[in-house]
């Protein structure tokens, strides 16, 4: 619960590769004050100005994996992640700091007033007491992480969105994503007889018309609607209902069809062959990837960026000793 509190307003279209910095590390590291109360010869890692003390870095190691112990083969893999997104949130905290770049404190309100518009204020403490958080503590956090949104939010300026030639580019070179199989648009009639469906059945064949049928006496959710399900694809129904509905023609009504939800009677309404989509219909989605991308490649570039700016050091023969709880 607390989690979902504390990360529940963040931006969710900065791209996978800042997701888990975000979701794990940025929301929930303990912040920066208070690192720099131990000897010098305890510091493992320094960002730039801040200093990252064994205590404090184990601690924080542990809070980002959950408690829970990574396998003995996959240990050093997981302690290296770990310590790649200590170092990334820090560089862009001192980013931020460097570049004049800070939360408001009514800002800061506004967020916090926000957040706790779902719950009572019993609530909201009951909900840090049983997430074991300090109530100035989390507030701290929650600072923390609407600064580093702030940062990369201003940083996101820089991407520009795909142009029609890249999207359309795309669309040549990848048209095999972009196939669909056979679909077709359907009512139905739903009945928990065979007695009763067969009834409907004739009165059908008499002329009487399915969709007001179907109102009438359908027990499926979409009775209200005329008994209209919309568009399905090959492959997205029952076998039994599949066979049956992809057999029929437009307008034709199917004989009763028994599944495990009742008896049915099918009026096919329309059919799309399978085939490749056409561009505008699939325009949205390849802006949305190719933007994807773009971030990930520009955070992934930008990182790497900050690692050079700032100064990083690291006691390597500290940090080797340190393990996964």
């Not at 493992?44 to 205590?55: E, N």
């Not at 994996?65 to 905290?93: F, R, S, V, W």
């Not at 069809?257 to 490749?276: Q, S």
């Not at 390849?286 to 690692?307: G, P, T, V």
């Amino acid at each position: 619960m607390i989690r979902r509190m504390i990360i529940k307003k963040r931006n969710m279209s900065i791209g996978r590769i800042l997701y888990c910095i975000l979701c794990w590390t940025l929301a929930f590291l303990a912040p920066g004050c208070g690192l720099f109360d131990h000897e010098a010869d305890d510091v493992v890692i320094v960002i730039g100005s801040t200093r990252l003390t064994r205590d404090t870095l184990k601690r924080e190691m542990e809070f980002i994996g959950g408690g829970i112990p990574a396998p003995a083969k996959h240990a050093g893999e997981a302690k290296n992640l770990l310590i790649n997104q200590i170092i990334d949130y820090y560089l862009i905290m001192e980013y931020g700091k460097e570049n004049g770049i800070f939360i408001s404190e009514s800002e800061f309100q506004t967020h916090l007033t926000d957040i706790k518009k779902e719950y009572t204020e019993n609530a909201f403490q009951k909900a840090l007491l049983q997430g074991y958080v300090d109530p100035a503590l989390w507030e701290l956090r929650l600072r923390n992480q609407l600064l580093v949104n702030k940062v990369i939010g201003q940083v996101s300026e820089r991407i520009a969105p795909p142009s029609y030639e890249e999207i359309k580019r795309y669309f040549q070179e990848n048209r095999n994503e972009f196939r669909s199989p056979e679909m077709l648009r359907f009512r139905q009639i739903v009945c928990n007889s065979k007695e009763e469906a067969e009834n409907l059945s004739n009165r059908l064949h008499s002329g009487e018309d399915l969709e007001e049928l179907a109102r009438k006496y359908s027990v499926a959710p979409e009775a209200e609607t005329g008994g209209e399900v919309g568009w399905v694809a090959m492959g997205d129904l029952d076998e039994t209902m599949e066979n049956a509905l992809f057999s029929l023609q437009i307008g034709e009504i199917s004989p009763v069809v028994k599944t495990d939800v009742g008896y049915h009677l099918f009026e096919v309404l329309a059919r799309r062959p399978a085939g490749i989509k056409r561009l505008p219909e699939v325009i949205d989605e390849i802006e949305s990837k190719l933007l994807r991308q773009k971030r990930e490649d520009f955070y992934r570039e930008w990182l790497k960026e900050l690692r050079s700016d700032f100064n990083v050091k690291i006691n390597q023969a500290i940090l080797d000793k340190l393990e996964l709880s």
